[in-house]
C-alpha cells in the first residue's frame, strides 16, 4: 500500500532515520543514544510525522540515558500510505504497528510517551501487551476525543455535566478559515502549519519561530500526499470505545502532562484522563500549550527521570 517515491531514498540520506518493514508495511524511525539503555518510544499525535519530536528534545532524552525512537505513524511521513475505504485501521492497528517496530528492532521493552492521539494508542499497547511496557506518559491527550471530532467536523458539543470540553474558539475559527481556503504553494503550506502551532502554543512562551520553521520545511518535503494524513481523524473515529476504555485498564505506571493553555483539548482533558487511570501522577504545566517547547524540556525531561528511574529496575531489566 506504500506510495513509492523516487525522492525516499535521496530525502533518508539528507535528514536521516531508517525503514523498517515492520507489521506488514513500512515505518520509518530513527534512533539516539545508546541501545544498551532503557528504550522509550516516542509515539506523535495525529495527522503529524515524527519529526514533530524535535531532535534537540530527543537527544536531551539520550543524554539521560534513554535509547529513544521516534516513527511516522502509518499514513504520514516516509512510513506506508493507506486507501481507508479499502484497507481502514483502528488504533489497535497503529499500536501493533508500534510494537511490531520494537520488534524489529529488538527490544523487548520500553518506556512510551504519548503526545496526544498518541496518547491512547501507547494505552492500548500497554493494556493488550503489559509486559512490554516499563511505564508510560501521557502528554496533551484525553480518554475522549469526541469532542475534538464534534468540532472538527461543525457539529454541536455534546450535552452533559460529564462531557469534556471541546477546542478553544480561537482554534476552531481557525481550522474553519483553513478548511474554506487552499495552500498552493510550498511557503503557503508553511505558513499554514505555522499558523496553527503559533495557536498551539498559546501567548505565555515565546513560539519558537525559526526552529518550528525549519521543523516544517523538513515535514512538507517529507509529506507525500497532503491528504492521507487526515485518515487518523478517521481512524480516531473507529477507534472512540478503544479510546475511551482503555485508560480504565491501565495497570502500568503512568505520568500525565497537560498544559493550561492547550486549544485542542483544554485542561480538563487531562484531569479527567488522570483521574480514570489508576495511580496516575498528574503533572499540570502552566503556560505550556499543545506543543513541545524548549522552554519546557528541562521540567519535563526532570519530572520523567523521577517516574521512570525505578521502574526499568522493577521489572527486570
Known sequence: ??????????????TGGQIAKA?????????FGNKKDPAMLLIMGGVSQGILWPKEFCECLAKHHFYVIRYDHRDSGHSS?????????????????????????????AHLFGYSMGGPIAELIAVHFPARVYSLTLMATSSD?????????GLPPEQGSSILSSPKVAYLDLLKHYKMSNSVTEEEKLERKLTFW?????????????????IYREYIQ???????AMNHL??????EKLIRNA???????????????????????????????????????PKMGHILNCQFYDMLIATILEHTQNTSENSGS
Not at 92 to 99: H, K
Open 1 to 14: 500500500m506504500k506510495k513509492n517515491d523516487p525522492s525516499l531514498i535521496r530525502s533518508l540520506a539528507v
Open 247 to 285: 485508560p480504565s485498564l491501565v495497570k502500568t505506571p503512568t505520568l500525565i502532562f497537560h498544559g493550561s493553555e492547550d486549544p485542542v483539548l483544554p485542561p480538563d482533558h487531562g484531569d479527567a484522563l488522570a483521574k480514570i487511570i489508576s495511580g496516575s501522577t498528574y503533572c499540570f504545566v
Open 234 to 239: 478517521l481512524a480516531i473515529k473507529r477507534s
Open 145 to 153: 476525543f469526541r469532542p475534538y471530532i464534534l468540532a472538527y467536523d
Open 222 to 228: 517529507r509529506d507525500y500526499t497532503s491528504t492521507n
Open 23 to 31: 507489521n506488514g508495511i513500512d515505518i520509518w524511525y530513527e534512533t
Open 81 to 109: 500510505y493507506f486507501d481507508f475505504q479499502e484497507h481502514p485501521y483502528t488504533f489497535l492497528d497503529m499500536s501493533q504497528d508500534a510494537l511490531e517496530l520494537l520488534n524489529y528492532l529488538q527490544i523487548e521493552k
Open 198 to 214: 503559533r495557536l498551539f502554543n498559546g501567548s505565555k512562551v515565546p513560539f519558537e519561530e525559526e526552529r518550528y520553521r525549519e
